[in-house]
């Protein structure tokens, strides 16, 4: 059976940050996602995942810097040592990673410091990931790197398809550096999201899931995800599956949606 999760800071949003825990364990989850770390009362966050019994299944690692623009090397490896810190204090055992910020920079890629080419981009990512995957095995997390859709969301995001992610983490070679493979990201940049987890499923450790185009729950737009779902437990896929969207309407009508895929 999937591993399933919610996330807390899109969905929920009627209620305080404090309350959504409860509210998700109310709704039957036994596993929640969160974005950022650096602006959260982590033990508090901890202390609400025990009184909940939850399992903290994935948060952002990285933020403020661009992996990929060489300037930030140092910066970068260090924010992530904070990063692993703070999964530790929460119990978390996965931190997404990106290519470029997200923070402040809402449907665009943070800008890079000079003009790159894409092959310089790609050695700075290779340069930071072989030295962060060691503190990964060391810590006992895994990273996950995330592909963004540029057709909408992040115009000038480097990484957009699941075969850079892929290239990338087969580099790399360890079990604690996978692909995060977003449904609704890849499907509006690839298409064909069953024949591509199936072809790269040894390298996917998060699937991330919302209907396209809106990114909403599912069933308000084209995805048939009752039959992804079951596509995943065909191929045999065994992490989680994080519902990370926005309700277009209210919280329980979209949780309602999302259990009626299984």
């Not at 000079?114 to 930071?128: E, K, L, N, P, Q």
Request: proline share 5%; net charge negative.
């Amino acid at each position: 059976m999937l591993k399933k999760d919610i996330h807390l800071e899109s969905l929920y949003t009627e209620y305080p940050f404090e309350s959504r825990f409860a509210a998700a364990k109310a709704d039957g989850f036994t596993a929640v996602e969160l974005w950022s770390w650096d602006n959260k009362d982590l033990p508090a966050v901890r202390r609400l995942l025990d009184e909940n019994g939850l399992e903290l299944a994935a948060m952002s690692g990285d933020g403020p810097l661009s992996m990929c623009d060489p300037v930030n090397k140092v910066p970068y490896i260090a924010y992530i040592r904070q990063a692993i810190a703070a999964a530790r204090i929460v119990g978390c055992k996965t931190l997404v990673i990106h290519s470029d910020s997200l923070e402040d920079w809402p449907q665009f890629a943070k800008p890079m410091s000079g003009s790159y080419s894409d092959i310089t981009r790609y050695c700075a990512m290779f340069d930071v990931l072989r030295e962060i995957t060691p503190l990964a095995e060391e810590a006992g997390i895994t990273f996950v790197l995330e592909a963004l859709n540029i057709e909408k969301d992040h115009c000038g995001n480097f990484l957009n398809t699941t075969s850079q992610s892929f290239d990338l983490v087969r580099a790399i070679n360890s079990p604690h550096l996978k692909i995060l493979y977003d449904a609704y990201h890849m499907y509006l940049d690839e298409g064909k999201i069953c024949e591509t987890t199936e072809k790269y499923l040894p390298w996917i450790g998060h699937i991330h899931i919302a209907d396209a185009p809106g990114r909403n729950e599912p069933g308000t737009g084209v995805i048939h995800f009752k039959n992804f779902l079951s596509h995943l437990e065909r191929i045999g896929y065994e992490s989680y599956v994080g519902f990370e969207l926005y309700a277009k309407n209210h919280t329980s009508e979209a949780v309602q949606a999302i259990k009626a895929c299984w």
